[in-house]
Nanobody, 129 residues
Framework: QVHLVESGGGSVQAGGSLRLSCAAS????????MAWFRQAPGKEREGVAG???????GYADSVKGRFTMSQDNQKATVYLQMNSLQPQDTAMYYC???????????????????????WGQGTQVTVSS
């Protein structure tokens, strides 16, 4: 497992942007696959964006074209750039890591929470209308 710490959450108005960061205790580029999940009050946790071990990304339909996941290998950090935020994006956002090398041609399969065994503490994102 790897220790993950998220940051960058906050409150913004609809249409605004935020960038979330997830700092890992070790370089995750080749030994892990990564993802961002979110959970709103009263709702189940849902996958937002995932990245396999070679950098292929996949996104939930609800965020495609608005959110971008990236990584900085030297800093052992992954990011989630969120643009055109809407009130329905309000949630606690979690970074997650799965052990092992994973490469996929179906990046949508990176959004299954059961595949991940390391989780951060979460960072709150609130979008007002």
């Amino acid at each position: 497992q790897v220790h993950l710490v998220e940051s960058g959450g906050g409150s913004v108005q609809a249409g605004g942007s935020l960038r979330l960061s997830c700092a890992a205790s070790e370089n995750t580029s080749s030994n892990f696959f990564m993802a961002w999940f979110r959970q709103a009050p009263g709702k189940e946790r849902e996958g937002v964006a995932g990245m396999d071990s070679v950098g292929t990304t996949g996104y939930a339909d609800s965020v495609k074209g608005r959110f971008t996941m990236s990584q900085d290998n030297q800093k052992a950090t992954v990011y989630l750039q969120m643009n055109s935020l809407q009130p329905q994006d309000t949630a606690m956002y979690y970074c997650a890591a799965g052990d092992g090398f994973r490469m996929t041609r179906r990046p949508e399969l990176l959004l299954q929470a059961s595949d991940y065994n390391s989780w951060g503490q979460g960072t709150q994102v609130t979008v007002s209308s």
